[in-house]
């Protein structure tokens, strides 16, 4: 009897490090919330399509969603960002696996300001100015005489990551920024601040003026084509991480979201097609 109790476990054990959703159970997305609308979308449209299977998605940040993975609670991690090399290792340790990464989206992180606000257009340079606190007056950069209020992610975002790295190049942000705990808040606070500026996700801006970036071939907004193209400076890849390679229910999820029906929804919630 204990024999077979044990062969059990063990194969529940490798179910999970695989990535293979043992029968009956939910299947688990948590992380990125930036990609929180979107996993919903796919787990809802997935669900009518597949009555049998269960998907349930949480946000709480591209570091929440990776400990989570990490830990063993959840079967998906999205993510905004990459994972970083002491994030694979700690995988590595509990799984024998660094983990599986599967591109499923792309984005362009985008910079919001209010809709009064006559500024159209800021270069690299002026928003890592902007951000770091270099720069504190609109006036500095073609606005009006008026502090800039800034709104951003919490550290647990794969947003407040990827925007420091790439916009501050890993310089700090200033320490005036209000940290807020998800990208819908970002944009509410700055839709309600003539004087506001935030970053987030490109399906989230609603009631904001999309700020373009100045580069020397020209000014561009994130659009399908500025993003696969990489002329919009702030493209990313948009992710699912697993702990080994996918199978079973996992797979099949997987295969529908990268399908033209998954990739549709892409589209529809406001970002842009891997291919």
């Known amino acids: 009897m204990k024999k077979y109790l044990l062969l059990g476990c063990v194969l529940l ?3 999970a490090i695989s990535g293979i959703a043992v029968a009956g159970k939910t299947i688990t997305l948590k992380g990125s919330d930036t990609m929180l609308q979107l996993g919903q979308r796919w787990a809802e449209e ?3 399509a597949n009555p049998g299977t269960a998907i349930q998605v949480t946000g709480g940040g591209s570091g929440v ?5 990490i830990n063993g609670a959840t ?6 960002r990459t994972m970083t090399a002491a994030e694979k290792l700690k995988l590595r340790d509990r799984y024998y696996s660094t983990g599986v990464e599967i591109p499923m989206a792309k984005d362009g992180v985008t910079l919001y300001i209010n809709e009064k606000n006559p500024v159209n257009e800021l270069t690299m340079e002026q928003i890592r100015g ?3 606190g270099a720069i504190k007056n609109w006036s500095a950069v073609g606005g009006p005489n008026a502090d800039i209020v800034l709104y951003g992610r919490e550290n647990s975002s794969g947003t407040y990551a990827f925007f420091r790295e790439v916009a501050l190049k890993n310089a700090d942000y200033s320490s005036s920024m209000q940290s807020l705990p998800g990208t819908s808040a970002v944009v509410n606070a700055v839709a309600k601040d003539v004087n506001g500026i ?4 490109a399906a989230y801006a609603k009631d904001v ?3 373009a970036i100045k580069t020397a071939k020209g000014s561009f907004k994130p659009t399908a084509e500025t993003v696969k193209s990489g002329q919009y400076p702030l493209s990313r890849n948009l992710f699912w991480y697993l702990k080994g390679k996918p199978s079973g229910d996992i797979k099949k999820l997987i295969d529908w979201a990268l399908s033209p029906a998954g990739q549709e929804i892409v589209t529809k919630v406001g970002y842009f097609t891997i291919k």
Not at 65 to 69: F, K, P, V, Y
Not at 75 to 80: L, R, V
Not at 198 to 201: A, K, P, S, T
């Open 209 to 211: 003026k999309e700020v």
């Open 75 to 80: 079967d998906i991690c999205q993510a905004s």
């Open 130 to 132: 902007i951000y770091t």
């Open 46 to 48: 997935y669900m009518k």
């Open 13 to 15: 054990a490798l179910a």
């Open 198 to 201: 935030g970053y987030g996700g």
């Open 65 to 69: 969603g990776i400990a989570a993975l």
